[in-house]
Each structure stands twice: as C-alpha cells, then as structure tokens.
C-alpha cells in the first residue's frame, strides 16, 4: 500500500504562483508513475502532469503547457510548480500514483490518492 500527502495549497491572485507537494510512503517500488490531478464540479477530474517514477518524462495537459512543472526525487516527494495562475486553475489538486507502466490521464487507472490541497486563485 502507498500513503500519499499532499500539501501547498491556498489562496493567490491571479498571476501568482504555488508549489504543491505530494510526499509518498509504504510502498513505493511499487509504483512506476505520479500525477497530480484537479478537480472541479463543473468539470470534473482531469489530469495536470504525469512524471515517471523511474525517468525523466513528463506530461501536460495543454492548458497546464508552459505554466506547470512536474518534479519527482528520490526522497518520495512530487511537487507540482504553477505560474500565471489563473481564476479557472481553481480546483482541488490531488496527488495520485498508479503501479502500472504507463503515465496515461484517466484517473481509474491510478491505483492511490492523496486527500486534495485546495488552490483557489482570484
């Protein structure tokens, strides 16, 4: 099984920034990609970036292309960096990490999640 924190949410103008922290424990060979997610009533999960346990690879959705990093270390912890904030980023962020080998965006496929870190931007 794999715990999954995170943390660095809040509150910030549009045109700020946050970095979001997911920290991983229990078993974590096991898991072969991380992701954050966002979260929102009207448009329901979707997927931000993708990083690969193991490797360099990263991927973004396109309205995260050019304002969002990915960054995973050996010491378990996944942050997510977001610049130019905008009012639509307003979402609850969650950390997930899947076992299986791919980095794909649908959310079913992640085997463990974290709780949300709430980011509203105004």
């Known amino acids: 099984h794999v715990q999954l924190v995170e943390s660095g949410g809040g509150s910030v103008q549009a045109g700020g920034s946050l970095r979001l922290s997911c920290v991983a424990s229990?078993?974590?060979?096991?898991?072969?990609?991380m992701a954050w997610f966002r979260q929102t009533p009207d448009r329901g999960r979707q997927k931000v970036a993708t990083?690969?346990?193991?490797?360099?690879?990263t991927e973004y959705a396109d309205f995260a292309k050019g304002r969002s990093y990915i960054s995973h270390y050996p010491n378990n912890t996944v942050y997510l960096q977001m610049d130019a904030l905008k009012p639509e980023d307003t979402a609850m962020y969650y950390c997930?990490?899947?076992?299986?080998?791919?980095?794909?965006?649908?959310?079913?496929?992640?085997?463990?999640w974290g709780q949300g870190t709430q980011v509203t931007v105004s």
């Open positions: 997930a990490a899947r076992m299986g080998l791919l980095c794909d965006p649908i959310p079913s496929d992640y085997d463990y």
């Open positions: 229990g078993a974590t060979d096991t898991v072969k990609c």
């Open positions: 990083t690969y346990a193991r490797g360099p690879i």
